[in-house]
């Protein structure tokens, strides 16, 4: 019975130890006030974004599951001088698209997340009214052997800056600008529907505040 009850008393811990890891966000943001952006000298090499090969993963999450996708950068200028890193992207709203889902289902979240539904515009991030959302860079620093970018992030009415960690290279005439995955809390920007932080009584019928980001950037030399 004490073994038995040891194998039991093991899963369990093993059980809550996954369903932690699993759950816990992934390089999460604190948003705080805007700050100025970096300026970048007339020395700086300039590159123009590649909008063909530079995307945004998403992904959300409830209780009944997890819905991913995409939404596309518009347009944006990367300045780099040594060590010291610039630029500010257009985020087009409008392209949101749902990765997760197929037909119908997929059209519906996609029109619900846009906003594009008759009274539900303001659920989520109503592109009609605001079809742009926008990052610029205020900094980069080291941490723990990781460079980590802060930024402006703009959705809706909002302007926040965050930190996340990134990597970049330059290949030639080419730089590629990362992001590890990393985690905001959409009610930071007035994006409340089903927040249970937000509104009261809503049982299991939740979403969770957190989305999970995830971006690459290519950008090209302009000589």
């Not at 952006?37 to 090499?45: D, I, T, Y």
Request: proline share 2%; glycine share 8%.
């Amino acid at each position: 019975m004490k073994i038995k009850f040891l194998s039991l008393f093991t899963m369990a811990v093993l059980v809550t130890a996954f369903v932690s890891c699993k759950n816990e966000a992934k390089n999460e943001t604190e948003a705080t006030d805007a700050e100025s952006a970096v300026e970048a000298s007339q020395e700086a090499a300039k590159y123009m974004l590649d909008k063909e090969a530079s995307t945004i993963n998403w992904e959300g999450k409830k209780p009944a599951g997890v819905h991913t996708g995409t939404v596309a950068v518009e347009s944006g200028v990367v300045r780099l001088e040594g060590d010291k890193i610039s630029g500010s992207f257009l985020i087009n709203m409008t392209s949101i698209v749902v990765t997760d889902l197929e037909g119908d289902q997929k059209v519906s979240l996609e029109d619900h997340l846009k906003g594009t539904v008759a009274g539900k515009e303001g659920d989520f991030f109503n592109v009609k009214k605001y079809p742009t959302a926008a990052f610029e860079i205020t900094g980069i620093t080291e941490k723990d052997g990781k460079k980590m970018m802060s930024g402006n992030l703009t959705i809706k009415e909002s302007k926040k800056n965050i930190e996340f960690p990134v990597m970049y290279e330059v290949a030639g005439n080419t730089l590629t600008l990362k992001s590890e995955p990393f985690t905001i809390d959409r009610t930071d920007w007035g994006v409340n529907y089903g927040s249970k932080s937000v509104f009261d009584n809503l049982g299991d019928k939740f979403i969770n505040d957190d989305i999970e980001l995830e971006f690459t950037i290519v950008a090209n030399q302009q000589m």
